[in-house]
């Protein structure tokens, strides 16, 4: 007896065992499908943030004095934010509807295609002012791309993960906004070492041209990810919602604003550390071009840890406090991250990048892949947290460091964009005041 007893216990030891193994496995798969979907998405758009920084305003802008050219080339930047809204609102809709999916993968198709179409432009010696519209509607594509990869691949995770770790899994997608920093920087930094003949004649495309490889392999391992259970789940109980963005603004128009409000001071603080202040540092201070870059990839290669660290805390202590935290943190810093920057030493300016990053900017990044989907119903949660971010990321980091070069040019005070810095905090402090704690409740009560 005691034998057969314990033959029938092992045999469900060993059946609760693969069980657990083959949820490991697809978890990791999952895993390893987001983080490095994102991390291509995110290359692809933020290299164009690095060359509009550096190279696009000589390339595609040089009919302009210095001023205008610098504006005109944020502004083809802030174009592909523009468009994001439109992105989660299109790929949103059909997420809600078709599955969450069959969106990822087009929306790599689309981020992929039009980065590598900007590494075969003619300048605008070559073609005229043909070359910089062409630029801006490549522009636009990616941001339609980008507009429907974060919802869809923050919901990929967070809806297939234990209830008590999403903003772990979910930090670890996030990981994908750092690694594709790094990667866009130090690919630019190392061309950044050819002949300047060279580097502004062939060198710059071929960032844009190798990113082609990276899709290929990215949408591999995507194929091989099954939909979000949530999803699947809240299809059988009843039909999906015809106009899951209507519904977003009809029951969760409170959730709508705060997540807009939550993205925010993060969007904008992460793009003027790697945009404006690259700029800044270069033009008005004369650091060199390679020692910003390598502030802003070394900041980006400690978010490695600290993204995912944030993400777990707030499964810990709550999505709230790591909120309230970081928002502090960027009015804090605000003001003395210029002053630091304006030394003009290569270390002290590394280590303000580095401590800016991760305070300002982590700290609020890695909860976010799982608080702003939970503040919305499974129904219409892609267009409802798509949208929110995507509206945030356009005014946020698009036309943020837009404003912050006229208010640079227009008042001659580098205080008055540390005290823009500073508002957006504040906007990002009230919102977190305004939400609710979400990191103990179910996907499929909210």
């Known amino acids: 007896m005691t034998s057969v007893s314990t033959e029938r216990l092992d045999g469900v030891d060993g059946g609760v065992g693969l069980i657990r193994s083959a949820e490991q496995s697809r978890m990791r798969t999952i895993m390893m499908s987001s983080v490095i979907g994102t991390t291509v998405e995110w290359y692809d758009f933020l290299l164009y943030g690095v060359a509009a920084a550096l190279i696009f305003k000589k390339l595609f802008f040089p009919a302009f004095d210095p001023l205008v050219g610098t504006l005109a080339s944020l502004a083809s930047f802030a174009a ?181 409000g939550l993205k925010i001071s993060e969007v904008a603080w992460v793009y003027l550390l790697s945009v404006f202040v690259v700029m800044y540092g270069t033009q008005t201070v004369g650091i060199s071009r390679g020692v910003m870059l390598n502030g802003v990839l070394i900041a980006a290669a400690v978010e490695f840890f600290t993204v995912p660290l944030a993400g777990y805390l707030s499964d810990v202590l709550g999505r709230r406090p790591l909120y309230f935290f970081g928002a502090v943190s960027t009015v804090l810093a605000a003001f003395p991250l210029f002053y630091l920057v304006r030394t003009g030493d290569a270390t002290t300016v590394t280590i303000t990048m580095v401590v800016c990053m991760s305070l300002g900017h982590a700290m609020l990044f890695g909860p976010q892949a799982a608080f702003i989907p939970e503040l919305f119903g499974t129904k219409v949660r892609y267009s409802g947290a798509s949208l929110g971010v995507q509206v945030a990321a356009a005014i946020g980091g698009g036309l943020t460091p837009i404003a912050a070069t006229t208010l640079f040019a227009t008042t001659g005070r580098i205080e008055s964009v540390a005290a823009l810095m500073a508002a957006l905090g504040v906007i990002t402090f009230i919102a977190t005041l305004l939400a609710k704690e979400t990191y103990r409740e179910s996907l499929s009560a909210s």
């Open 80 to 260: 592909g934010f523009i468009a994001r809204p439109l992105g989660g609102a299109i790929f949103g809709h059909f997420g809600d509807r078709v599955g969450r999916k069959t969106m990822l993968t087009i929306t790599m198709f689309m981020m992929g295609g039009a980065t590598f179409l900007i590494g075969l432009l003619p300048t605008y010696a070559q073609i005229g002012v043909w070359a910089p519209i062409c630029l801006v509607t490549l522009r636009i594509v990616q941001g339609i791309g980008l507009g429907g990869e974060w919802g869809g691949a923050a919901l990929m995770v967070v809806e297939h993960a234990p209830r008590n770790r999403r903003g772990w899994f979910g930090g670890v997608v996030q990981v994908g906004f750092p690694l594709g920093i790094v990667l866009s920087t130090a690919v630019f930094a190392a061309i950044s070492r050819l002949p300047e003949a060279d580097f502004m004649t062939w060198g710059w495309r071929l960032p844009f041209l190798v990113s082609i490889a990276l899709v290929v392999v990215g949408l591999i391992i995507r194929l091989r990810v099954s939909e979000s259970p949530e999803f699947l789940k809240a299809m059988k109980e009843e039909a999906p919602v015809k106009l899951p963005l209507l519904e977003v603004f009809r029951s969760y128009k409170r959730s709508f604003f705060v997540s807009v």
